[in-house]
């Protein structure tokens, strides 16, 4: 069977991410709390990961993958939470806006990380993004959740990106020793394991009946994105497929609006063309870096 383009399998896999997300914020805006949410956003996720990590029959991976692996997960799974609170006080338009700027603080946190060389020209992309942040944080959106805080919602969703870029830093150092199955059963079973205690001392631990379909629905979303980006990214170059996941804000858009009755203002678009031209300079750069130091010709830096 042929497989479609990396480019479709990337779009597609971006409007499951948005499904994830438009699915939370109606899951939550329905009475369940963000702890419970997202807790069974886990709980089922590792379930459907666990019992497909079984029957691979794949070896258990040593005690010190495992250990780094909870470690990293507290940094997901903080991210996660974080950015689905996000939801509840701000637009859906404007967390997914918002979120991407988790790729200008990649090559930072890599810096410090790993010691990888950041140029005064992503330096300077960077802090063009984070203006086009400012602009889209000012946004006004019709539709948006009324009693919430856009400062607490802006907030928590720029630290819900530090987080992520975070956590994806760190994943390049299991990268090479695990594969992707390993790797995503993890991302599920120790957040799910981190917010078990929360979710039965703080708050109702089950979902209300009728969100049962949805919370399943995201379970299987979040699998479809990690199965679709690996196959997608596995056949093409990552400089090739990143800019297809901006298209993002527009499914976000169309979701928010047809679920939630939200119309994004003109500012929440003009951050998110100062953004994603940032991101796309910082990626350019990075691959004309990389180029340099393997001694590839400059000219061939589009291919």
């Known amino acids: 069977m042929r497989l479609p383009h990396p ?22 805006l329905s009475g369940n709390s963000v702890l419970t949410a997202t807790s069974w956003r886990y709980i089922l996720g590792s379930v459907i990961m666990v019992a497909l ?6 070896a258990m991976p040593g005690l010190p993958a495992i250990r780094f692996h909870a470690l990293r ?12 609170y996000s939801l509840t006080q701000i637009a ?10 988790a790729a200008l603080m990649i090559a930072p946190i890599a810096r ?15 802090l063009i993004g984070f203006c086009g942040a400012a602009l889209a944080a000012t946004a006004n959106t019709t539709g948006a959740p009324v009693d919430g805080n856009r400062l ?20 390049r150092l299991r990268t090479k020793e695990e594969d992707s199955l390993t790797l995503v059963t993890f991302m599920n079973v120790f957040p799910a394991l981190f917010l078990l205690p929360f979710l039965l001392l703080f708050t109702d631990p089950l979902p209300r009946a009728e969100s049962w379909g949805p919370m399943i629905g995201v379970a299987f979303l979040g ?21 297809f996941e901006y298209t993002g804000l527009i499914w976000s858009a169309l979701l ?25 300079v910082v990626a350019f750069e990075t691959h004309f870096i990389s180029r340099r130091e393997a001694k590839i010709p400059a000219s061939d830096i589009l291919t």
């Open 7 to 28: 480019i479709l399998l990337v779009c597609f896999g971006v409007i499951f991410g948005c499904g994830v997300d438009a699915v939370m914020k109606h899951v939550m």
């Open 223 to 243: 699998i479809g994105i990690w199965w679709l980006m690996t196959l997608a990214y596995g056949r093409a170059k990552a400089q090739t497929l990143a800019p």
């Open 92 to 101: 859906l338009a404007e967390a997914v806006v918002l979120g991407f700027t």
């Open 112 to 126: 410090v990380i790993l010691g990888e060389k950041i140029s005064k020209v992503t330096v300077g992309a960077s």
């Open 73 to 84: 997960s507290l940094a997901q799974v903080i991210s996660a939470f974080a950015f689905f």
């Open 53 to 58: 990590f079984a029957a691979s029959r794949r």
């Open 152 to 171: 607490y919602g802006t907030a928590a969703v720029l630290g819900s990106a530090v987080l992520y870029a975070l956590n994806i830093v760190l994943l």
């Open 256 to 280: 928010g609006y047809a679920f939630f009755q939200e119309i994004p203002g003109w500012r929440v678009w003009a951050g998110a063309a100062i953004i994603i031209a940032a991101c796309l």
